[in-house]
């Protein structure tokens, strides 16, 4: 089993920035990709980074060119980067984790509690 811990989330304005964390713990070595998803209230949850064991990545349409996912494998730790942030921005941002083979797009195995991102005008 893997646990994901996210941390960072907070309330920024409108064009700010925020950098979100996720600690993993468990059996580490099985993960290969990690993710950032959202679900913001009433909506459904989507998907907005992801990235492998080897590198690549994944990156949403409406977040490309402002958002940058990372991982720190010996930290066991995947991160956010978040800049320019939008109104409709605001939602609870999860950390997943995927096993086996590269799976950019989904669906994951492991999920994370949450951190909520609020973005005020």
């Known amino acids: 089993q893997v646990q994901l811990v996210e941390s960072g989330g907070g309330l920024v304005q409108a064009g700010g920035s925020l950098r979100l964390s996720c600690a993993a713990s468990?059996?580490?070595?099985?993960?290969?990709?990690m993710a950032w998803c959202r679900q913001a209230p009433g909506k459904e949850r989507e998907l907005v980074a992801s990235i492998s064991n080897r590198g690549s990545t994944y990156y949403a349409d409406s977040v490309k060119g402002r958002f940058t996912i990372s991982r720190d494998d010996a930290k066991d730790t995947l991160y956010l980067q978040m800049n320019s942030l939008k109104l409709d921005e605001t939602a609870m941002y999860y950390c997943?984790?995927?096993?086996?083979?590269?799976?950019?797009?989904?669906?994951?195995?492991?999920w994370g509690q949450g951190t909520q991102v609020t973005v005020s005008s």
């Open positions: 468990g059996s580490i070595f099985s993960i290969n990709t």
């Open positions: 997943a984790a995927s096993f086996g083979y590269a799976k950019l797009r989904g669906p994951y195995d492991s």
